[in-house]
């Protein structure tokens, strides 16, 4: 493995899937942003956002933010003098603001507009899947540059692979079977090759065993059932009477719950995860706005999701 900044510009590998992304932050990073700005940056969780714009933050003048950091309505980070008065405001996980910061959020784009400053943003969601925020705040970040970080493909996976294994200290079997079993998240996919590279003598079999709740041969219905499992651990009630027509509140609550993270976590369609409960696309929609609606109102709900969320990214094993 390389000693390069984790976090740095170099480190980050171009790849057919990604190289739009990383172009717009060399480009800002040479001084250049201003004539794209907004830029924002989307993708499924680990695929590089965060790399990207903590890279960018290497640059004078910036300031970095993780919208995660902070809880529900708590959006001050938006209007303080450091946000303000930078010349590269870099807002990550941006659709995790609520609603409530929707007047902060506005504020800001007009201020890195009138200041001809540059301001990046990153989400899971294009800035459409922004349902919380008003069409004036979309059309403001759809009017600069909007780069998507596509899935990776499985020789794509194996030239990062074969960068992180560089010394080779794992077989060209190995390197191939990771890069075709390992799910396409390129977070996991590191950790796979780094825990693969741990062992005294890495052979094919045991990389395998090494690695197994990483692979991603079913991701989509694993992390679907994942989910499902994870919410009936927390509400403590049977994975049957969510998944069935059940209306209560003590079963409704959960299964939307679980609606809402399958389409933030997944990359099922409306229709594909409605049908996966036994539903119409309809009421996954509902589900997701009724989550964002207590979410923002309740700060109770709100730690339940972010506990839930933060166990899905724990990984199968929950290690």
């Known amino acids: 493995m390389n000693s390069q900044d984790a976090n740095s510009l170099p480190s980050f590998i171009s790849l057919p899937s990604n ?33 990207l714009l903590r890279a960018a933050a290497h640059a004078e003048g910036s300031v970095y933010v993780s919208a995660a ?17 930078a010349q590269i405001v870099l807002l990550d996980d941006i659709d995790h603001l609520s609603s409530g910061c929707a007047q902060e959020l506005f504020n800001a784009l ?12 990153a989400g899971a969601v294009p800035p459409r899947g922004l349902h919380q925020f008003p069409n004036a705040i979309l059309d403001r970040l759809e009017a600069g540059l909007t780069v998507r970080i596509a899935p990776t493909t499985t020789d794509q996976r194996l030239v990062l692979i074969e960068e992180w294994n560089s010394d080779k200290k794992l077989s060209r079997a190995s390197e191939q079977w990771l890069a075709t079993h390992v799910a396409k998240n390129v977070r996991k996919l590191r950790a796979a090759v780094l825990r693969a590279r741990e ?11 090494a690695v197994c709740d ?28 969510v998944m069935s027509r059940r209306r209560t509140a003590s079963i409704a609550w959960p299964r939307q719950i679980a609606m ?3 389409r933030r976590h997944t990359n099922a369609s409306l229709m594909e995860i ?16 009724r989550v964002r609606a207590r979410c923002d109102s309740d700060s109770l709900d709100r ?17």
């Open 274 to 289: 409605g049908a996966y409960f036994g539903r119409d696309h309809g009421t996954v929609i509902h589900a997701v706005k």
């Open 110 to 121: 007009e201020a890195r507009s009138l200041r001809e400053s540059v301001f990046v943003a």
């Open 19 to 51: 190289q739009f992304a990383r172009a717009a932050i060399s480009c800002i990073l040479e001084g250049e942003g201003q004539r794209f700005s907004p830029v924002y940056i989307h993708s499924d969780n680990g695929m590089g956002k965060t790399h």
């Open 260 to 262: 809402a993270l399958a």
């Open 199 to 209: 062992l005294a003598d890495p052979a094919l079999s045991d990389v395998e065993d």
């Open 214 to 241: 990483l692979t991603g041969d079913q991701e989509r219905s694993i992390s679907l059932l994942l989910i499902v499992q994870r919410v009936v651990e927390e509400f403590r009630v049977p994975i049957e009477h």
């Open 69 to 85: 950091d902070f809880e529900g309505e708590d959006c001050s980070f938006l209007g303080s003098a450091k946000f303000r008065e």
């Open 303 to 319: 730690k339940t999701v972010r506990k839930l969320e933060n166990s899905l990214n724990l990984g199968v094993s929950g290690a």
